[in-house]
């Protein structure tokens, strides 16, 4: 298993280039489901959950294509027949996001069969929200034996029916997920209690592109006018905001000066609001942010909210800022449940960090020391790398297969920018076993 070696007390010094969302690539690649031509998405970052979906929508008999390089992150998906609307556990189980297939297959094929995604680090993470708004849209679901089965009626000629429906609680993959099924039914559909996340608008860029007839996305309430079929479509996948905000967080603990680039700093308002509130100085332009790291660092407390707000995946990145920041924050997380696993590694690295039921208690200006951590989810793996940056000595980070579900190369952008970093694989090999006797 890879892990990776980073000594810490280098500043990051030069520009990095920010590659796309992939929380907006996954629904876009999702959404290809939904037409019989071609889709061609250009800017998809090269990280494992692309390759998930890849083997999936493989899996049911889309062609997909993926292009590194030279190619630009290019992959072209053609769903020309869809032998199989299936999503098994096994791909379920890696990527939760996996559930996304959900809308388009029923849409689509009026048939889906897809694994319940179960618990997960992070919290429950249920998909009760998706299935009743696909009930609303009138399809007819069923649970059995871990799998969601969603049909739609054939007395309705086999399409979904456009429906009001209001979100109890707001979900980002549940209104992607409703937006690509509403944008194939018959009639209005209209959605209140959004997601406005620019990973949505993003998504809905793409559908009417491919012929949808959609308004509102990024804001609470979306209407979609349904059409009887998509058709093929280019779509450029926005940058993605949680890498830009970690490199810039980087930046900051390590007293550099790094320009993160090809960002969207329209994206990134509450995270630079809130660093700024802890001393960092930033220079913003157009499609660069400057982080400069040369002030002392104040603690500030944060809330984690859904967008526009502070996004909870860059939590576990603040939260290795605020060990190194004078003064105490309070970190509340009203996502999810359980998403202070990496606490207790930052206190095993010396930082002074208590654990209040949905509160962290952040009691900054400790110093960090190396230490052997280990990563128990993708962003809590972001705040490991943040913290080894500043920590005294060599840290070495087990299970960083997380790190690679949602960073593109991050040891070489970091290394590039001057940190010390190394990607290593078993660093204690087990021991051979001892020949048998015979
Ligand atoms: C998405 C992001 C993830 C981010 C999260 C919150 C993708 C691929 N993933 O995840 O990186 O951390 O948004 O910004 O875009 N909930 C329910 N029932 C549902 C759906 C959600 O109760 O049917 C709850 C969840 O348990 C959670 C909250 O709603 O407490 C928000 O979850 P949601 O926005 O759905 O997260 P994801 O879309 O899974």
């Not at 009930?135 to 009626?153: K, N, S």
């Not at 499609?287 to 790291?293: E, I, K, T």
């Not at 070495?396 to 940190?419: F, P, Q, S």
Request: charged content about 20%; hydrophobic content about 45%; some cysteine.
């Amino acid at each position: 298993m890879d892990k990776l070696v980073i000594r810490g007390g280098n500043a990051l010094l030069g520009t990095v280039r920010i590659s796309g969302a992939k929380n907006a690539a996954l629904p876009c690649m999702a959404a290809a489901l939904l037409t019989d031509e071609p889709v061609i998405l250009e800017n998809i970052p090269q990280v494992r959950d692309i390759e998930t979906t890849r083997k999936l929508l493989a899996a049911m008999g889309a062609e997909v294509e993926l292009g590194y390089g030279r190619a630009h992150h290019r992959t072209t998906i053609c769903a020309r027949t869809l032998a199989s609307p299936e999503a098994s556990y096994e791909l379920v189980k890696t990527m939760r996001a996996s559930t996304l297939v959900l809308g388009p297959l029923v849409a689509r094929c009026g048939r889906a069969h897809v694994s319940l995604p179960g618990g997960c680090a992070i919290g429950a993470r249920p998909i009760d929200l998706h299935i009743k708004g696909l009930e609303r849209l009138g399809a007819m679901i069923t649970q059995e034996h871990g799998y969601v089965e969603a049909i739609t009626d054939p007395l309705k000629g086999d399409r979904l029916q456009g429906a009001e429906i209001v979100f109890d609680k707001i979900t980002v993959t549940g209104t992607e997920d409703l937006l690509m099924a509403a944008t194939l039914a018959e009639g209005e559909t209209v959605m209140q209690n959004c997601a406005r996340e620019p990973e949505v608008a993003d998504l809905a860029a793409l559908l009417n592109a491919m012929g949808a007839k959609i308004q509102g996305a990024g804001t609470s309430t979306i209407h979609v006018k349904g059409v009887s079929r998509l058709h093929g479509a280019r779509h450029r996948i926005i940058p993605d905001r949680i890498e830009a905000g970690t490199f810039i967080v980087a930046g900051a603990l390590t007293g550099g000066d790094l320009n993160v680039a090809g960002c969207n700093p329209a994206h990134l308002t509450a995270i630079l609001q809130k660093l700024a509130e802890t001393g960092v100085k930033t220079a913003v332009k157009a499609d660069s942010v400057r982080v400069m790291g040369d002030q002392p660092l104040k603690a500030a407390d944060l809330n984690t909210e859904e967008y526009p707000g502070f996004p909870t995946d860059m939590q576990a990145q603040y939260m290795a800022l605020a060990t190194q920041a004078a003064g105490t924050s309070i970190i509340t997380e009203n996502i999810f449940e359980n998403r202070f696993m990496h606490a207790q590694e930052l206190v095993r690295m010396g930082a002074d960090i208590k654990i209040e039921g949905r509160r962290a208690i952040v009691r900054g200006g400790t110093a960090l020391s190396a230490a052997a951590v280990l990563a128990s989810d993708l962003r809590a793996s972001a705040s490991l790398v943040l913290a080894a940056l500043v920590a005294d000595g060599e840290t070495i980070i087990d299970r960083v297969y997380h790190l690679d579900r949602g960073y593109e190369h991050i040891e070489e952008k970091l290394k590039a920018v001057g940190a010390e970093i190394r990607r290593v694989g078993d660093i204690f090999p087990k021991r051979a076993a001892a020949p048998a006797r015979t």
